[in-house]
């Protein structure tokens, strides 16, 4: 697979639906734009698709939505992570809320240093 930036539009669409707090930040993640939480990768884009981390029933969830596992690299999945088209969900609104789940299972893990 070729490397493709994530279009601008996308980039656009995960700076207001991202989730926001004292304990978010944000960076870059595979020279793309992410948030971590606590410094655990949370969410960001990759390509022209966003990706997300989840527990499991959750993540099955996303999947039955259309969500499908994340491979930074084709036939290496990241384990809890799921990668979603912007395309397949009603409106921001509904990213968003996936975004903020992602958040708060990225909560629950031990802070990284």
Do not use: H
Not at 38 to 60: D, H, I, K, V, Y
Not at 69 to 96: N, Q
């Amino acid at each position: 697979m070729e490397w493709q930036r994530s279009p601008q539009a996308v980039v656009e669409l995960f700076e207001r639906v991202a989730p926001a707090g004292p304990d978010v930040t944000r960076r870059k993640m595979f020279g793309y734009p992410a948030a971590f939480v606590n410094g655990n990768l949370c969410c960001g884009t990759f390509q022209s698709q966003l990706m997300l981390r989840l527990p499991e029933a959750a993540g099955a969830e996303l999947a039955a939505q259309g969500g499908r596992p994340f491979e930074p690299m084709a036939g290496r999945p990241m384990k809890g992570y799921l990668a979603i088209d912007p395309a397949d969900f009603p409106d921001e609104a509904a990213i968003r809320a996936w975004l903020e789940r992602a958040a708060d299972f990225t909560r629950t893990l031990p802070p990284k240093s």
